[in-house]
T-cell receptor
Framework: DSGVTQTPKHLITATGQRVTLRCSPR?????VYWYQQSLDQGLQFLIQ???????AKGNILERFSAQQFPDLHSELNLSSLELGDSALYFC??????????FGEGSRLTVL | AQSVAQPEDQVNVAEGNPLTVKCTYS??????LFWYVQYPNRGLQFLLK??????LVKGSYGFEAEFNKSQTSFHLKKPSALVSDSALYFC?????????????FGTGTRLKVLA
């Protein structure tokens, strides 16, 4: 158990809909990262937050947004969903620069 | 920008034989390198990291990695493979400065250990 909690584990929705994925980092970790893993694209970095502030951005679509709250949990919002957004979405937290601790992921299926 | 490459999509090895999963890196400055393992339908688990120091890094589950600066490689190794080692392995490099670190992952190598 990495100590990072993600909900929901599975989510099935329709095209055009909006979903929110939630992540609770390990106790004491200030940084939260979001990654997307799909079959043909590997593990893609989306965005990073540090103590409530956005610090780094990767290949995140404009339809996607994220935030980190004062209690350090984070949410990833995906809107106007398309079939190609079906993927595993991982959250990870970090105590500093020494690596990431991943949650079990949220599997999103868009029909 | 920093990057890593995993040249093999899949590696097959017989149980009990040594295994190597390859990773090469491209960085400016000192590299901070990591290996992760992913079992089916699970998150990535940290195996080991190289920050500085000894070129041979020991990690979890009997894995080790050898940092080679001249060859810009960071190959993952294990002396004797187990069937339970079958999984997807990712090499990663840290990019950015303090507070804005990004972790860039390779495309992954599927390890299959045959009984």
């Amino acid at each position: 158990d990495s100590g990072v909690t993600q909900t929901p584990k599975h989510l099935i929705t329709a095209t055009g809909q909006r979903v929110t994925l939630r992540c609770s980092p390990r106790s004491g970790d200030l940084s939260v990262y979001w990654y997307q893993q799909s079959l043909d694209q590997g593990l893609q970095f989306l965005i990073q937050y540090y103590n409530g502030e956005e610090r780094a951005k990767g290949n995140i679509l404009e339809r996607f947004s994220a935030q980190q709250f004062p209690d350090l949990h984070s949410e990833l919002n995906l809107s106007s969903l398309e079939l190609g957004d079906s993927a595993l979405y991982f959250c990870a937290s970090s105590p500093g620069g020494g690596g990431l601790f991943f949650g079990e992921g949220s599997r999103l299926t868009v029909l | 920008a920093q990057s890593v490459a995993q040249p093999e999509d899949q590696v097959n090895v017989a149980e009990g034989n040594p295994l190597t999963v390859k990773c090469t890196y491209s960085v400016s400055g000192n590299p901070y390198l990591f290996w992760y393992v992913q079992y089916p339908n699970r998150g990535l688990q940290f195996l080991l990291k190289y920050i500085t120091g000894d070129n041979l890094v020991k990690g979890s589950y009997g894995f080790e990695a050898e940092f080679n600066k001249s060859q810009t490689s960071f190959h993952l190794k294990k002396p004797s493979a187990l069937v339970s080692d079958s999984a997807l392995y990712f090499c990663a490099v840290r990019d950015g400065i303090k507070g804005t670190y990004k972790y860039i992952f390779g495309t992954g190598t599927r390890l299959k250990v045959l009984a």
